[in-house]
């Protein structure tokens, strides 16, 4: 499929989504006072609450944390050459679940989970990083992550251990589970200033990033320093990563799909890849949302159980088509 026929069915398949996130939901509004309501605000009226205080800023927080995993994604898929990387293969997951259960079991406030999930995450990539510098490989940073992750999974299952019949439990399984309940203003403004920053930095280096694909020795006669470029791709990755995860969760299969399925309709230039991605993590992730809003009322699924329950089947058939 052509370049240009990609992005405008993923515009297409984007905007119509939005309209359905805008117009479905507990509280049904006709299509019409949801346009009305929309253009011209009115402050205190229950419609515009609705649309401009819930609906509109928990369908940007949606595509913002899709495109912004995606990306992640697909600069994780490039850097270690594996189209079954994640945004989540070097224990970001793990450390920001740890990060934020300890700062709800404390009893902090509200802007502090974000902060606890992000310092998690960060401090995950760091040790990989640090632990694995003595083999200045993939394979060796893959595996420091993934030992790291579990530990912090670990760390995290003891606080719900301790936490157990109180209410800090509860919201602790529900932020590990995933969802974009906490949208609001300023959350919005700090994923579209990450995201944004992220994906131009992305963009820009999206050449680098495909000749890192030759390998080290190849890169090196570009005239490229490798170690020092994946440490720079990795810190943006996590940056992207973290940001999302600390504002919404644990969303699974996100970073995984979408950058996938562009390189098998793109191609791998990063240049390219990279920008679909995100839209279609974005597009995804507010279409799953969506879902988990309006499957069964009144109660809400968290999205990280959507993502995973179209994601599973996904991974299944890359792993089988790997092996075959």
């Given at each position: 499929?052509?370049?240009?026929?990609?992005?405008?069915?993923?515009?297409?398949?984007?905007?119509?989504?939005?309209?359905?996130?805008?117009?479905?939901?507990?509280?049904?509004?006709?299509?019409?006072?949801?346009?009305?309501?929309?253009?011209?605000?009115?402050?205190?009226?229950?419609?515009?609450?609705?649309?401009?205080?819930?609906?509109?800023?928990?369908?940007?927080?949606?595509?913002?944390?899709?495109?912004?995993?995606?990306?992640?994604?697909?600069?994780?898929?490039?850097?270690?050459?594996?189209?079954?990387?994640?945004?989540?293969v070097l224990g970001?997951?793990?450390?920001?679940?740890?990060?934020?259960?300890?700062?709800?079991?404390?009893?902090?406030?509200?802007?502090?989970?974000?902060?606890?999930?992000?310092?998690?995450?960060?401090?995950?990539?760091?040790?990989?990083?640090?632990?694995?510098?003595?083999?200045?490989?993939?394979?060796?940073?893959?595996?420091?992550g993934v030992a790291?992750?579990?530990?912090?999974?670990?760390?995290?299952?003891?606080?719900?251990?301790?936490?157990?019949?109180?209410?800090?439990?509860?919201?602790?399984?529900?932020?590990?589970?995933?969802?974009?309940?906490?949208?609001?203003?300023?959350?919005?403004?700090?994923?579209?200033?990450?995201?944004?920053?992220?994906?131009?930095?992305?963009?820009?280096?999206?050449?680098?990033?495909?000749?890192?694909?030759?390998?080290?020795?190849?890169?090196?006669?570009?005239?490229?320093?490798?170690?020092?470029?994946?440490?720079?791709?990795?810190?943006?990755?996590?940056?992207?990563?973290?940001?999302?995860?600390?504002?919404c969760g644990t969303?699974?299969?996100?970073?995984?799909?979408?950058?996938?399925?562009?390189?098998?309709?793109?191609?791998?230039?990063?240049?390219?890849?990279?920008?679909?991605?995100?839209?279609?993590?974005?597009?995804?992730?507010?279409?799953?949302?969506?879902?988990?809003?309006?499957?069964?009322?009144?109660?809400?699924?968290?999205?990280?159980?959507?993502?995973?329950?179209?994601?599973?089947?996904?991974?299944?058939?890359?792993?089988?088509?790997?092996?075959?």
């Open positions: 499929m052509k370049r240009a026929g990609v992005f405008g069915l993923l515009g297409l398949v984007g905007a119509g989504v939005l309209v359905l996130a805008l117009l479905l939901g507990p509280g049904r509004l006709p299509a019409g006072e949801v346009w009305r309501h929309l253009v011209h605000p009115q402050p205190g009226a229950s419609g515009t609450t609705i649309v401009h205080g819930l609906r509109l800023p928990r369908a940007v927080s949606g595509f913002l944390v899709g495109a912004a995993l995606a990306l992640a994604g697909g600069v994780m898929q490039g850097l270690f050459r594996n189209p079954l990387a994640s945004p989540y970001v997951a793990g450390g920001a679940a740890a990060g934020a259960a300890g700062v709800i079991a404390l009893g902090a406030a509200a802007w502090g989970i974000p902060l606890g999930a992000a310092a998690g995450a960060f401090l995950a990539v760091g040790l990989a990083w640090w632990l694995a510098s003595p083999t200045r490989g993939e394979l060796g940073l893959i595996l420091v790291l992750g579990a530990l912090f999974s670990s760390i995290t299952g003891l606080i719900l251990f301790f936490t157990a019949g109180d209410r800090r439990f509860q919201e602790i399984l529900f932020w590990t589970m995933g969802g974009l309940w906490r949208t609001s203003g300023w959350e919005v403004g700090v994923l579209a200033g990450v995201t944004g920053v992220g994906a131009g930095l992305l963009w820009l280096w999206g050449r680098r990033l495909n000749a890192l694909a030759l390998g080290e020795e190849g890169a090196r006669h570009l005239g490229l320093h490798p170690r020092r470029l994946r440490g720079f791709l990795v810190g943006v990755a996590t940056l992207l990563t973290a940001t999302a995860v600390a504002f969303i699974g299969f996100v970073g995984l799909i979408t950058p996938h399925l562009m390189r098998l309709l793109l191609g791998p230039d990063h240049r390219v890849l990279l920008p679909a991605a995100a839209l279609a993590g974005g597009v995804f992730l507010l279409a799953a949302d969506t879902l988990a809003r309006i499957a069964l009322p009144p109660l809400e699924l968290p999205v990280g159980i959507v993502t995973g329950l179209f994601g599973v089947p996904f991974f299944l058939y890359l792993v089988r088509r790997r092996v075959r």
